[in-house]
């Protein structure tokens, strides 16, 4: 059982590092670094490595190479500290969902007790919480083994990142992953699971005014698949569908040769995501308009993220470690994937949610709980300390 003094002093650890991190945070804001804004992402990546480097952490920064035509991401980092206890696996990521200028456009501010600015809850906060709780506990003289991965692809479903952090879940025996707390100041042991993809039409061209019955209008029929794809939700208990751009044809006065959906499948169990892909990929398969064909390509997917025996225990564990610090937390399962999902599958004890408090993700209004800043960092220092006492 943790003392009470011990997480006193690891409090005070913290707190002594609050305008550090509040300094940090607005630095790191006023980065542009969305998922396709690769120099923006390693500046990130510079700061998050020599923070590494200065907890005595052995660091590598691997480059991504673009295949098949796909877009330059920023850099991979991960730091290895040696220490005692149970290898520890961090995983936080780097990269937003906005586009370069946001920050000039809103850059950091503070009123009312929040933080607001591009990423400042998703998840730079989070970033922040994991390097700073490393720092508090190594100031106290705790010294757990920790590897910590700063991705720079998450919000676009980690392709480059997700085998690296696959290949590390083998090897460790706890994952923390540092998303911020829900608005409510839940942390999260379930996720659902994500199955993008995209459908494309493919019709025949023709005059839509001297003649066309020559023509098969894909638009048409993804417009009919979009209805019908939609109407798929409520079959199943926790599956979500939604076709979330729609693109096609060329002009009013052609009809329209090719169409293109992109469509997102959620679900808590694999059982219902893979129903619902089967479902989908049937719809596709048989094109409401004579003579369309269409293809389906899954492009990122995320493994549900069940409450599984060892997420209650690490829960339990939050919840007693949260009491003797003053406050009470509740777990909660979310429709969002994180790389809790990947660390998840792979049958590694997991736990997400566990930056500070903040809500309005990838949003304009998107905040942080600037009072939550300490004790969840605490929290999170603390289940690093005591993490052998949930395996």
């Known amino acids: 059982m943790p003392s009470l003094p011990a997480l006193d002093a690891l409090r005070a650890a913290v707190a002594d590092r609050h305008p550090r991190y509040l300094a940090e945070l607005e630095r790191l804001v006023n ?6 804004t690769p120099d923006g992402v390693n500046a990130v990546a510079t700061f998050a490595a020599d923070a590494l480097r200065a907890l005595g952490a052995d660091v590598a920064r691997i480059p991504h190479a673009p295949i098949d035509g796909a877009r330059q991401l920023g850099d991979l980092v991960v730091g290895r500290i040696d220490g005692e206890g149970p290898r520890l696996l961090l995983i936080g990521h780097m990269d ?4 370069e200028g946001t920050a000039a456009e809103r850059p950091y501010r ?4 929040r933080a607001y600015g591009p990423g400042v809850t998703d998840m730079k906060a989070g970033l922040l919480a994991g390097l700073h709780a490393v720092a508090a506990l190594q100031a106290v003289g705790g010294a757990p083994r920790v590897t910590f991965v700063c991705n720079p692809d998450e919000e676009i479903g980690s392709p480059f990142s997700t085998p690296v952090i696959r290949n590390l879940a083998a090897e460790h025996d706890v994952a923390l992953v540092l998303e911020c707390a829900r608005a409510n100041g839940d942390i999260v042991s379930a996720r659902k699971g994500i199955a993008d993809a995209v459908a494309i039409f493919r019709g025949r061209a023709a005059h839509a005014g001297i003649e066309p019955e020559k023509g098969r209008n894909a638009v048409l029929a993804a ?14 208990p926790t599956a979500t569908l939604n076709v979330g751009t729609v693109q096609g044809g060329t002009r009013p006065n052609v009809v329209a040769e090719r169409a293109e959906l992109q469509i997102d499948l959620r679900a808590r169990g694999g059982e219902e995501l893979d129903a619902a892909w089967q479902a ?3 719809l596709v ?5 004579a003579d369309v064909t269409a293809t389906l390509e899954r492009t990122a997917f995320h493994p549900p993220m069940e409450r599984s025996v060892a997420a209650e225990r690490l829960v339990a564990l939050a919840q007693r470690l949260a009491g003797e610090l003053g406050f009470t937390v509740n777990d909660a399962a979310t429709g969002g994937a994180s790389d809790a999902n990947t660390t998840a599958a792979a049958g590694l004890a997991t736990l997400d949610g566990l930056g500070p408090i903040g809500g309005d993700d990838h949003s304009p209004s998107e905040w942080l709980d600037l009072e939550s800043v300490v004790r969840r960092t605490t929290l999170l220092a603390a289940l690093m300390l005591h993490a052998d006492e949930a395996l």
């Open 96 to 99: 937003t969902v906005f586009e």
């Open 280 to 282: 989908v990929a049937a």
């Open 285 to 289: 398969a048989e094109p409401a308009i």
């Open 110 to 113: 503070v009123k009312g007790g």
């Open 223 to 236: 417009a009919h698949a979009t209805i019908a794809i939609h109407a798929l939700n409520g079959r199943w």
């Open 31 to 36: 980065i542009d670094c969305g998922s396709y």
